[in-house]
């Protein structure tokens, strides 16, 4: 088995005027497998996405740095959601990809939604991972939220740490380490334009329009989007499961990677045939 690292190539790309630093992993072995393309969380760089790239050697994984964030250069104005989505789709057309499925963690996640309702013909498997609807989100603790809106949480190393488990409903230790040795800081004017990216900004009018199959992924300790998101994704999409990660926090796709990533893959590797809508108000719990 090829190791992740060996698959792996980052470089630079330019989208019409902005600069993208891009990770591409490559499949294994030609499985026919469909790519995957990954949206990140608010502030999170490339780096963050590794354990994808190790854990699904079986298809192509296209990730990268959101404009500000990582190694991205930050870009002049403001952008939405709709303008990120179809940089995406310039990114992936870009690598030969057409039919993909689709993911995305946090924030990463209402990416992914955008996306999915501009180019839903191209999407045949979405998976959204500790999210939301945008503005319409039922909010999490003050006390995560206030210190996720922080951007020193990214620039120093020890503000994270100690405030790990508040941020995100994780225990510290070794895996809290090593996340914070992977952060690349943004820079300001990303982390703001990142922010400001989906005020005003909801799905809710748009879910019946995502008709394929789509697995909704929620930690039950997530201290920054509570579980009610993920049964008001689970309600509102047509075709949708709901998967709880015991004990996952909002990091889980990291924290308990050994338990989510199977989950993912089982859902990606499933026959096209299959009607999840019969299944889709039965929560299965891991």
């Given at each position: 088995m090829a190791k992740a690292n060996e698959r792996l190539s980052i470089r630079f790309e330019t989208i019409g005027n902005q600069v993208l630093r891009v990770a591409h992993w490559r499949a294994e072995t030609d499985t026919g497998n469909r790519?995957?393309?990954?949206?990140?969380?608010?502030?999170a760089n490339?780096?963050?996405a590794l354990v994808l790239g190790e854990?699904?050697?079986?298809?192509d994984i296209l990730t990268f740095d959101v404009p500000g964030v990582g190694e991205s250069p930050a870009p002049l104005l403001p952008y939405r959601p709709w303008q990120l989505a179809r940089m995406a789709r310039k990114l992936v057309d870009r690598y030969g990809f057409y039919n993909i499925d689709v993911m995305g963690v946090s924030w990463g996640g209402?990416?992914?939604q955008q996306f999915a309702i501009q180019y839903r013909k191209r999407v045949k498997r979405l998976i959204l991972a500790a999210t939301t609807t945008g503005m319409?989100?039922?909010?999490?603790?003050?006390?995560?939220?206030?210190?996720?809106t922080n951007p020193r949480r990214y620039a120093d190393p020890a503000y994270m740490l100690k405030n790990f488990e508040t941020l995100y409903g994780e225990e510290g230790g070794d895996g809290a380490e090593g996340f914070v040795a992977a952060l690349k800081p943004p820079s300001p004017r990303g982390y703001l334009f990142q922010m400001l990216a989906f005020v005003g900004w909801t799905s809710l009018p748009f879910m019946r329009m995502l008709k394929m199959p789509t697995l909704v992924l929620a930690g039950d300790r997530d201290s920054i989007v509570p579980m009610a998101n993920a049964h008001i994704l689970n309600?509102?999409?047509?075709?949708?499961?709901?998967?709880?990660?015991?004990?996952?926090?909002?990091l889980f796709l990291i924290s308990k990677?050994?338990?989510t990533v199977p989950v993912i893959q089982d859902f990606l590797n499933e026959p096209y045939e299959v009607d999840l809508s019969d299944i889709r108000?039965?929560?299965?719990t891991a």
């Open positions: 790519p995957l393309l990954f949206f990140n969380g608010i502030g490339l780096e963050l854990l699904l050697p079986d298809r209402v990416m992914a319409t989100m039922v909010p999490g603790k003050m006390a995560s939220i206030s210190k996720m309600f509102a999409l047509p075709k949708s499961r709901l998967h709880v990660i015991k004990d996952g926090g909002h990677a050994d338990i108000n039965g929560a299965q």
